[in-house]
């Protein structure tokens, strides 16, 4: 296969899945936000935190692109080609997950402090270490473009 | 040199005596002592005790009812309140529906001073029965009426002697009571619905100004005011008429009833029933035994002897009392302090997560050191930062002026977070310069080397050319800040007296330098094989050993198996909360780039801004100080909240609320 093609490949995958799995989650946590804001508005300061980092997920997406942009012109045999898709799937990966527990534990977030809000500080640890799965996903990303 | 040696110990020994110990002159002003008494007062007594500690608002009693192994072989949760409480439900909803028939808002009149008695409240209860049933409440009815048609006279502004001449329809004087009411209902809806009561000036005005004399624009608003005027000259006659006939009623009615005064013992009664009800509600959280009530409660320091004293007075001496430091492990309620207003936004970031336990130590202002650090990290720009500064100068004058206090939501936000807004902005700047960008990495600046550390080169290197020198940065920065949380978890240890567990914070800020040493040592984590080879000794004493202290001093602290756990845990933290501040990279690059792409497309080059690159660049730095702005806060927010609180800050403190009967 053309080296250009493939790495043009990683770059669209590298951008488009991370931004699929933030609107996933941002539509799942945005809706619950939005049902709670009618009951307890005072909470919602609190709570945007869940649509924020959903949201930070395209932004890892769009800095692997970022980088895989500026390296396009680098990449001319396979072997780097191949980094550069194998990049934009590792980012794909991390985000879907993330996304997927951020979803999950940011509406149960929302539900939960809405009844009792001094569980907030315990029940945030799972959006947040949801949303560090995205972070080893990066890094790991960014070292196999740095090899490019 | 010794003396030397000698001063500086002796000053760190005071310094940190003065953290540790409470009693020291320079004691720390976060450290308020709360007493909690424990009262066993004769049955009769105590609603006179609840209702004067009550009065002063100066202690909250401490709900008995949820550690039952306290008392539960000897005495019984204090049973009958129930009954009271229904009794004065029935009796509120009483006076409330007086109030209704008598058309008056207490909340309009202020609440009426009352006097502290001794009695039970069974007797205080059958006393205000007593005064309700003989207030002639349907008597009062015409004298209501009649005091409200002229608080409507009153609020248009009306003149009941332009009437006078006009009235000619004095005939209704048989009218009853019900038609009049019914028709004060019907003014009232209509001046409601047509705004009337703004406009008595207006209306004034002109009616006092000859027409012609308008100009276009004011006869069409005077034509407009017409049909207020009309309705005005109706109501007015109206409600005169209406005025006369109530009063020819009440001058028909021989027995003298004052209205006033029947108002004033409505609103006495009426805050009695409300206060006695909290008093009987709160007394569900005391237990008894049979002829004795038992009640714990917190009291702040200073106001101990008062809350004695009133006890004794209350009781007639028929009380014991006993008062202790609480334990250093149970959780005592905190005073909450006010915050001073340049941290007034720290201190609500806090408070979101949770306050401090009692005795721990109040983060907040270690918190607005770092929190605009990080931030400056991943937002790094000199010319953003400066558009931060000048906002938040802004924002702060308009509050302080106190202009915009009726503004939305976000308007409030952003006025609280002012001051919070110029120590960002400053920060921004500061690693702007360090990282050499200005709106971007425009080449205006030239990045400024700090310091250089090993393989930690701080400053002097552009982000985006060099991602690799700033994410070893950003795991610097990580490990600094999560050693200072891990200093304030070894004080709040020491002030707690868990000497025990102590050192553990201390070991593992051994671990994280020694694994940040490991790693920059044998160059990088690719080479991990080599820790095992050469460098197993080094590994065994950097990352070994401190593991193998953690769990030796949770295992006799705590047990073995929490020890194994705890252990665990460590490592585990220790990786991943440290690799969480490369976000600190990966933000950082990405505001870099997002600002890049707009200087591409303005076409900027070398530092030289070609003059139709402004607009797109203004364009960029909205979007980017929006959109990243809120990214970069929230990320920095949960660097502070879960990396940095998970190590010291508990976020269990409970705020202390005294019982208040009124």
């Not at chain 2, 100009?215 to 005077?222: P, S, T, V």
């Not at chain 2, 005795?359 to 650090?373: K, N, S, V």
């Not at chain 2, 991943?378 to 924002?395: P, R, S």
Request: charged content about 20%; some cysteine; glycine content about 8%.
């Amino acid at each position: 296969m053309d080296p250009s093609l493939v790495s043009l490949i990683g770059l669209a995958i590298s951008i488009g899945i991370p931004i699929l799995s933030a609107a996933v989650t941002i539509i799942i946590c945005g809706t619950a936000l939005a049902g709670i804001g009618t009951e307890k508005p005072e909470l919602l300061s609190r709570l945007i935190i869940t649509v924020v980092l959903g949201e930070a997920l395209a932004i890892y997406g769009l800095l692997i692109a970022f980088m895989l942009l500026g390296k396009l012109p680098d990449i001319t045999t396979m072997e780097s080609a191949n980094k550069a898709l194998i990049s934009g799937i590792i980012i794909s990966v991390a985000t879907v997950s993330a996304g997927a527990g951020i979803s999950y534990s940011g509406s149960s977030l929302i539900a939960a402090t809405a009844e009792r809000p001094e569980t907030f500080s315990s029940n945030v640890i799972g959006v947040v270490l949801s949303e560090a799965l995205a972070i080893y996903g990066l890094l790991i990303s960014f070292m196999v473009i740095g090899q490019i | 040199m010794f003396r030397d040696i000698k001063d500086y110990l002796l000053v760190t020994s005071y310094i940190l005596k003065c953290i540790i110990k409470k009693d020291l002159p320079h004691e720390d002003d976060d450290m308020v002592e709360m007493q909690k008494l424990k009262v066993l007062v004769y049955e009769d007594y105590i609603d006179a005790v609840v209702r004067s500690l009550g009065h002063a608002g100066i202690v909250q009693f401490i709900d008995m009812r949820e550690k039952p192994e306290d008392w539960e072989e000897v005495l019984v949760p204090h049973k009958g309140s129930n009954e009271t409480i229904a009794k004065y439900s029935g009796l509120l909803s009483k006076i409330e529906a007086a109030f209704e028939t008598l058309h008056i808002k207490p909340e309009d009149f202020p609440t009426p001073e009352i006097p502290i008695t001794k009695e039970p409240t069974q007797k205080v209860l059958a006393a205000v029965e007593q005064k309700l049933a003989e207030l002639p409440i349907e008597e009062a009815k015409i004298y209501a009426l009649a005091s409200r048609i002229d608080q409507i006279i009153d609020d248009l502004g009306i003149k009941p002697e332009q009437f006078d001449k006009e009235n000619k329809l004095a005939q209704s004087e048989e009218m009853e009571l019900e038609h009049i009411e019914f028709e004060l209902i019907e003014i009232d809806k209509t001046i409601e619905t047509t705004g009337l009561s703004n406009h008595p000036v207006l209306v004034e005005r002109i009616l006092a100004k000859h027409f012609d004399d308008l100009d276009e624009i004011g006869k069409k608003f005077a034509e407009l005011s017409k049909f207020v005027i009309d309705s005005e000259r109706y109501f007015g006659k109206r409600l005169v008429t209406l005025k006369k006939t109530v009063e020819s009623i009440i001058g028909t009615i021989k027995t003298g009833i004052n209205f006033e005064e029947i108002r004033e013992d409505l609103l006495t009664l009426w805050t009695i029933a409300k206060e006695e009800k909290r008093i009987a509600e709160e007394k569900g959280k005391f237990v008894r035994s049979s002829k004795t009530v038992f009640f714990e409660a917190w009291v702040p320091e200073s106001l101990e002897k008062e809350a004695v004293e009133r006890i004794k007075n209350a009781s007639d001496g028929n009380f014991i009392i006993s008062d202790e430091f609480p334990d250093l492990d149970e959780n005592v309620p905190i005073l909450i302090k006010e915050c001073p207003s340049y941290l007034q936004a720290f201190g609500k970031l806090e408070c979101a997560y949770g306050r401090p336990s009692s005795g721990d130590i109040d983060p907040l202002r270690i918190f607005a050191i770092t929190f605009p650090i990080l931030f400056g990290i991943m937002f790094a720009d000199v010319g953003q930062g400066a558009i931060f500064v000048i906002a938040g100068v802004i924002f702060t004058l308009l509050r302080r002026k106190g202009k915009l206090a009726k503004g939305g939501d976000i308007i409030q936000y952003l006025l609280i977070s002012g001051e919070m807004l110029i120590y960002i902005g400053f920060s921004a700047i500061f690693f702007g310069f360090i990282f050499g960008e200005f709106f971007g990495p425009s080449g205006v600046l030239h990045p400024i080397t700090l310091a250089q550390i090993g393989p930690f080169q701080i400053g002097g290197f552009e982000p985006t050319q060099e991602p690799m020198k700033m994410l070893k940065f950003a795991i610097l920065v990580g490990a600094i800040h999560i050693t200072i949380g891990l200093i304030l978890r070894f004080l709040n240890e020491l002030r707690h007296k868990h000497y025990k567990l102590a050192p553990i914070p201390i070991c593992w800020i051994w671990l994280i330098f020694g694994s940040l040493f490991m790693w920059a040592y044998w160059g990088g984590i690719s080479n991990i094989s080599l820790w095992f080879a050469e460098g197993s000794l080094m590994l065994g004493g950097l990352i070994i050993l401190p593991l193998m202290l953690i769990f030796v001093f949770v295992a006799v602290a705590e047990g073995f198996m929490v020890g194994v756990g705890f252990t665990v845990e460590v490592f585990a933290e220790t990786l991943s909360h440290t690799m969480s501040y490369s976000r600190l990279m990966a933000l950082g690059l990405i505001h870099s780039a997002m600002n890049y792409l707009f200087l591409v497309l303005g076409g900027v080059e070398h530092g030289v801004f070609p003059l139709q690159s402004i607009p797109l660049i203004a364009i960029g730095t909205i979007l980017v100080l929006i959109i990243e702005g809120l990214v970069v806060f929230v990320h920095t927010l949960r660097l502070h909240w879960v990396e940095w609180f998970s190590t010291f800050h508990s976020g269990e403190g409970i705020p202390f609320k005294p019982f208040e009967s009124t």
